[in-house]
């Protein structure tokens, strides 16, 4: 399945979560999700009884939508997070916390995964001075991320920036928000990370 590139916040409608797709609109109220908090369609008012397997498919469902990544790319982290020692579930989210996206997003870069996405292919970020155009490239604790010389004035990175007083930043980052990088100081704990995801039916879903 390729990414989806449709109305974001449909899909927070029909998944009934705040999967945070629309940044600044959402934190201002405006999301769909607030105003009609229903399932999309002419009979979206009428949630019927969910069975077992649909929710675990709908919260494989949050996670893909909310991080960005298609069928392929989940199965694969999903792999490697039942490969490891510890809790499947857990070492799922943290790898996937990894990806240069999102961390481009939880140091504050971008208002959204998909910005911080575009901000990455686009060549304007930088890891230890190098540029780095590969969204799911892991990124290791100690690494330096930076918005490249010539975008640190873009005004969607100053506006990111300025809307974290009001989010704040998650505590595995360290952000120089004058000069515009941060360090991926740590990975964090799945108890640190606050998603609207329940991974242990995820796990459920991918052990049958």
Not at 84 to 99: A, F, H
Request: hydrophobic residues 30%; glycine residues 8%.
């Amino acid at each position: 399945m390729a990414r989806y590139r449709g109305p974001r916040e449909k899909i927070e409608r029909r998944l009934d979560a705040d999967l945070g797709l629309k940044g600044e609109r959402r934190l201002n109220g405006k999301s769909a999700l607030e105003k009609r908090p229903f399932a999309p369609g002419q009979h979206g008012q009428r949630r019927g009884k969910i069975s077992e397997y649909g929710l675990q498919l709908r919260e494989k469902q949050k996670a893909k939508f909310m991080y960005g990544v298609s069928e392929k790319q989940f199965r694969k982290y999903f792999k490697e997070a039942a490969r490891r020692e510890g809790n499947t579930g857990s070492n799922l989210i943290t790898l996937i916390e990894q990806r240069l996206d999102n961390v481009v997003y939880r140091m504050g870069f971008a208002t959204t995964r998909a910005n911080a996405r575009q901000f990455t292919t686009h060549g304007h970020i930088l890891v230890d001075g190098k540029k780095v155009d590969i969204p799911s490239y892991v990124v290791k604790p100690g690494q330096k991320i930076e918005i490249k010389e010539k975008s640190k004035t873009n005004p969607q990175v100053a506006r990111s920036l300025e809307l974290t007083n009001q989010t704040g930043i998650v505590d595995w980052v360290d952000v120089d928000k004058d000069k515009v990088f941060g360090i991926f100081t740590r990975i964090p704990t799945r108890e640190e990370v606050v998603i609207p995801v329940e991974e242990r039916l995820i796990v459920e879903l991918y052990s049958k």
